[in-house]
């Protein structure tokens, strides 16, 4: 298969745990395709596709609703503030009930983890469903879009490459999606840093050197994925202070240069600016923030067009 084919069918993207290294590498190929500025519009013409966000979202859901429409598909936008959810009508209802109208795709976010996967056991046979992110189990298109992302950069063989990821692990979907497709991808060192409260306690981290000294962790890194505290998924009190935190996980530039000098800096946002990121780092030339965001259509029209572009018999 070349980047010019449509990757092999998928039925549904939930998680990126388990999906076969060549059935990642072929999305990435075509999401770096899509990257080089192709569109088609015949390939979801005809098709409607529903984003379906109850927490929210700037980024993944424009994106989302940008690749669809670049692929042709007809996009509409449930809007849940207005919707008859708050008419106490059920998720599973509700996906129901617009399926009826003839929607095909639906681009998912829940608070509620595995809300997405039992979504998908209610769908009708046909219909495909995405996972926007559910809870802190997986955001499998942020994954893709940072695997993207490291490749143009680095290449595609990631088997010297050193990658660390900063922060809060424990509560951080971005950074499952981002650990499994890293270790499919067979990256050299996957290293984790953070505050023992914020780093997972079962198999999340197995295969990961795990520190809690970030300067030590940064030595020789070729890339830095740093995640926000997700406070809205914390306990009270987990983080006891936001000014040690910085001073203790914070990536400043004076960090930075522990790196190597050709280091990544990458962030899946949004930014709490001066918490886990100095501005001066954020908007700096090692930065890939803006590049994340842009891959993020590509990487999605590559996941629309494997899960409704027609093609080889669906999996
Ligand atoms: N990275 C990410 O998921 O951003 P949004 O919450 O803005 O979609």
Do not use: W
């Not at 197995?206 to 914390?234: K, P």
């Not at 910085?246 to 000098?261: F, M, N, Q, S, W």
């Amino acid at each position: 298969m070349t980047a010019d084919s449509p990757t092999p069918s998928l039925a549904h993207l939930l998680t990126l745990e388990g999906l076969p290294r060549a059935q990642l590498e072929a999305l990435l190929d075509r999401a770096a395709h899509y990257a080089d500025g192709h569109d088609d519009r015949a390939v979801l013409a005809g098709t409607a596709v529903c984003t379906l966000f109850f927490e929210p979202s700037t980024r993944t859901r424009l994106s989302f609703q940008l690749a669809a429409q670049r692929l042709g598909a007809d996009v509409l936008n449930f809007d849940v503030s207005t919707s008859s959810t708050r008419k106490g009508e059920t998720a599973r209802d509700t996906l129901r009930t617009i399926e009826a109208m003839g929607v095909r795709g639906f681009i998912i976010r829940h608070q509620d983890d595995g809300a997405v996967a039992a979504l998908a056991e209610a769908a009708a046979p046909g219909t495909a469903l995405v996972n926007a992110g559910d809870g802190r189990s997986a955001h499998p298109t942020q994954g893709l879009l940072d695997m993207l992302t490291l490749r143009q950069a680095k290449g595609a063989d990631f088997s010297g490459l050193k990658v660390l990821i900063v922060g809060d692990v424990k509560h951080s979907r971005v950074a499952r999606s981002d650990l499994h497709a890293l270790h499919a991808l067979g990256t050299g060192e996957v290293r984790v840093c953070g505050p023992r409260a914020l780093l997972p306690d079962d198999a999340t981290l197995d295969g990961c050197t795990v520190s809690q000294d970030l300067d030590a962790a940064l030595e020789g890194v070729d890339a830095i994925m740093m995640l926000r505290l997700q406070r809205e998924r914390m306990d009270e009190g987990l983080v006891a202070s936001i000014d040690e935190y910085h001073r203790d996980y914070g990536l400043d530039a004076r960090r930075l240069a522990r790196a190597r000098p050709d280091a990544l800096v990458m962030h899946p946002g949004p930014i709490n600016r001066g918490i886990e990121i100095t501005d001066e780092v954020a908007d700096g030339p090692q930065s890939l923030v803006l590049r994340q965001v842009s891959n993020g259509v590509a990487a999605r029209m590559a996941v629309l067009e494997a899960l409704l572009g027609g093609g080889p018999a669906r999996s």
